[in-house]
């Protein structure tokens, strides 16, 4: 994953800007509880309209320009995602234009296919996630936790209890997931296939009247690959519902503690300061189980994205069993094509050799028609492609 990160580097000044207003939107946000605490304490308790009216504009403005840093913040990491999943595509388009037609083999066009378009979208959903969350999630996490430290001191302590649970929920999942990921993919490239053999081979399938044969073909890959995003789906479907009644749990007891807190207090101003400072306390550790959430949400994304570099790297880093050299582009023969003691063997995936030419020797002159004959597998089609090197001769 790192290795793709240099194409970055072009949108390295919007990515920097993402960040900048990231910070500056929730440096913002860590303000608006004690807005919030100060008008319950200052205006509301003691009856002061003048203190809520001017609080209330305050928290008011902050909240416009919050708003619009967050629209310009979404504007520019989509931007630089965007941009980072087209520079990469792109590299991986003219570098499989110079792969011969046996590296192609080597991974398949369907896989091919895969990479550029679904990998890569895994990749750069991560760039996204990552602009918008990686000085998001410090932020919240370390400036919530010091605000409800601020707050009261003895309630912080839960924090030691939510933050175990949500890293072991968290861990839990990805446990779970992460072994999918490299098979939902590998998946998706067995339907990308299946998709392409049919539409390039309709006419045959229509005059041999196997297109039910194919569709129960399609119909298998494609439940086997709903199925298994199904499973990973359920997985996340429950973290949702188990950090809201988290959540929820969490004010619960709050509440109570607090109330049992105001109900020993004497003193009244200690009781109406106490009143706001807990609605911010709230607040604030709600800031923080969902900045632990996002988090956890990165820590699941990551080993996904991972999975898709890998595979991406393969192709940028894959080197073509031909070189192309400038007297190969230069047109020096008279149009005449000879096949000296040509042999050939096609190489599958795991290293085994088949052979398909042995030995095969003739000139095809300008100006003359020559004919190859034989049988289905001897060899004809083989021969046509090593003419423009899609292939390159085992010997000869």
Do not use: W
């Amino acid at each position: 994953m790192i290795k793709l990160l240099r194409y970055l580097k072009p949108h390295r000044k919007f990515a920097l800007f993402t960040l900048f207003l990231a910070a500056v939107n929730n440096v913002m946000t860590l303000a608006f509880p004690l807005l919030m605490s100060q008008i319950i304490n200052e205006g509301i308790n003691k009856g002061d309209l003048q203190s809520i009216k001017h609080d209330g504009i305050v928290m008011l403005v902050c909240c416009v320009a919050a708003m619009f840093i967050s629209i310009l913040n979404s504007y520019c990491s989509s931007k630089v995602s965007t941009g980072f999943a087209g520079e990469l595509r792109a590299d991986i388009f003219n570098k499989v234009e110079n792969f011969s037609q046996g590296d192609i083999d080597k991974i398949g066009i369907p896989s091919l296919i895969t990479r550029t378009t679904n990998d890569i979208r895994q990749v750069q959903d991560l760039v996204l996630m990552s602009l918008r969350s990686i000085i998001s999630v410090p932020i919240m996490l370390i400036g919530g936790t010091v605000m409800a430290i601020i707050m009261d001191p003895g309630l912080s302590l839960v924090l030691l209890i939510v933050a175990p649970v949500i890293a072991l929920i968290a861990f839990i999942v990805a446990k779970k997931v992460i072994p999918f990921f490299d098979k939902i993919q590998k998946r998706v490239d067995k339907l990308n296939l299946i998709i392409r053999e049919k539409i390039g081979g309709i006419r045959v399938i229509r005059a041999f009247n196997r297109t039910q044969h194919e569709d129960k073909r399609f119909k298998a890959a494609n439940d086997d690959l709903t199925s298994m995003i199904v499973k990973v789906q359920h997985i996340f479907a429950g973290l949702i519902p188990i950090v809201t009644l988290l959540v929820f749990l969490l004010i619960i007891i709050l509440v109570a503690v607090g109330y049992t807190q105001i109900n020993r207090l004497t003193d009244l101003v200690e009781i109406q300061n106490t009143l706001g400072d807990l609605q911010a306390f709230i607040i604030y550790l709600v800031f923080i189980i969902v900045a632990l959430s996002t988090a956890a949400a990165m820590f699941i994304m990551i080993p996904r994205a991972n999975i898709s570099a890998k595979r991406i790297n393969e192709v940028l880093e894959m080197k073509p069993e031909m070189e192309v050299s400038e007297k190969d582009n230069e047109n020096e023969n008279d149009g005449c094509i000879e096949f000296k003691n040509v042999s050939f063997s096609y190489k599958s995936p795991d290293g085994e050799e088949t052979g398909t030419l042995k030995d095969v020797s003739f000139i095809a002159k300008k100006g003359e028609t020559t004919a190859i004959i034989g049988g289905t597998g001897s060899g004809k089609s083989t021969i046509l492609n090593l003419i423009p090197r899609f292939y390159d001769v085992t010997s000869g």
